[in-house]
């Protein structure tokens, strides 16, 4: 009974539960609002990604369940002294006139093989756990990555929508204006194309919300309700931080770095396992021998039967091979698993680098717009259209001031999705996507 609470029939049972159609799961969830946690909450239990990184923890612990097995005894049964011309003779099965026989053989595992193979499964399975927290932080970047393209995208539209509305609103007056004489034609077609062009600006803007709210969808197992999707939480805050920690505790603590130690001692126990195989097996077995006397062949009377048992041992010769390529291959992902140790803290490390500087430039950039560029751009559009409703410039000089203030709108969001994803690759990369990233 002690083994149906096993953490096997554990993760089985947990398999059972992610078994059911994704479109049972997460209906309550407003995909209209949707924020963050909320996301993340259904990329647990919906992305297809982790469904695969579930199931080879699950295979990982299966295959420790088989390693950890002792061989199984063989049982043996056979007949010899078969003498088609006499029959098998009257009587029972026990007095038939041919020999019977009944082996059991059982293989003795020496040089601690089972340990040493059984400690490989269970690294590997470490290891396949490992492989877990990893693609879960992975699919968690690519999230919020999704997520926060999609606030860019949103933030796209809205401008082009504002811009339209302008542009509408302006084109009216010079309308009437041209009406009264207070304008020219050439400068109510400028304002005419413009607003036409602020149209297709939109549309684009549209498409790009589109294809951000697919690839959020396909995240959280939710395409075919990716069209209402709508991010709501605000764009994080300028980090002004700075890293906290040793960066070789923060490389260590990395799902990547230890799911590549877990393989290396896998590898390890490998190669032990690989040069037991020089120590022997011993096969033990014993039978169990009936031979009923046939009396055709019987030499008097008083013939009757008989039986005997015997003892076997036997014991592999290695008089052609040494289990050489064995043993080589082992040492081969010996070294190999100590490479790829050595390669994973090297790119641990320059990720975490590479994302702080990243983090640093953006978060700069982002207080530049926030600061000076939009204030400034914002104030000279305002001053161009008080002064064209005043007739104190002309409309090529509105229409710049606006495109500038767009273009600068439109950069400023760019700068603050790149920051947002800059903040989110440094979170990961130091293994604080669920907290502060200082």
């Known amino acids: 009974m002690s083994r149906l609470t ?221 069209i209402g999707i709508r991010a709501v939480d605000p764009w994080p805050s300028i980090y002004s931080g700075r890293p906290g920690g040793s960066v070789d505790e923060l490389i260590e603590a990395r799902p990547d770095v230890r799911a590549a130690k877990s393989r290396f001692e896998a590898a390890q126990n490998a190669r032990e396992l690989a040069r037991s195989l020089r120590t022997r097996d011993v096969s033990v077995g014993v039978s169990y021998d009936h031979y009923p006397i046939n009396p055709s062949y019987a030499m008097g009377s008083g013939a009757g039967n008989g039986s005997s048992f015997g003892a076997f041992v036997s014991i592999p010769l290695f008089a052609r091979y040494y289990y050489e390529g064995e043993i080589r291959r082992a040492e081969v992902d010996y070294s190999s698993a100590m490479e790829a140790l050595d390669k994973v803290h090297a790119q641990a490390r320059t990720e975490i680098a590479r994302a702080f500087s990243d983090l640093q430039a953006a978060a700069e950039r982002l207080q530049r717009y926030d600061e000076s560029l939009l204030v400034e751009a914002k104030r000279a559009a305002d001053s161009a259209e008080f002064a064209y409703k005043n007739g104190a410039i002309g409309v090529m000089d509105l229409l710049d001031a606006r495109r500038t203030l767009r273009a600068i709108q439109i950069d400023a969001a760019s700068v603050r999705n790149d920051h947002a994803k800059a903040l989110a690759a440094w979170q990961a990369g130091i293994g604080r996507l669920d907290g502060e990233a200082n």
């Open 6 to 226: 096993s953490p096997v029939v554990g993760r089985m049972l947990l398999g059972l539960a992610l078994a059911q159609p994704f479109a049972a799961v997460g209906q309550s969830v407003d995909l209209t609002a949707l924020t963050l946690p909320q996301a993340e909450e259904l990329l647990q239990t919906r992305n297809r990604e982790l469904q695969a990184a579930r199931r080879a923890v699950e295979a990982a612990g299966a295959g420790t369940l088989s390693a950890g097995a002792r061989p199984n005894p063989t049982l043996s049964l056979g007949v010899t002294a078969f003498n088609p011309a006499q029959g098998v003779g009257p009587g029972s099965l026990r007095d038939k006139f041919v020999d019977s026989s009944v082996r059991v053989d059982q293989v003795i595992e020496r040089g601690d093989r089972r340990e040493l193979r059984l400690a490989n499964a269970k690294s590997l399975e470490s290891a396949s756990t490992e492989d877990l927290s990893e693609a879960q932080r992975q699919q968690r970047l690519a999230l919020r990555s999704a997520y926060y393209d999609l606030l860019f995208a949103q933030d796209k539209v809205d401008i082009a929508r504002d811009t339209i509305t302008l542009f509408q609103g302006s084109l009216r007056a010079a309308e009437l204006r041209l009406k009264a004489g207070d304008s020219a034609a050439a400068d109510v077609s400028r304002l005419r194309v413009d607003a036409l062009r602020s149209q297709n600006d939109a549309r684009a803007a549209e498409a790009d919300q589109r294809r951000a709210q697919l690839a959020l969808a396909y995240m959280i197992g939710a395409e075919g309700r990716a």
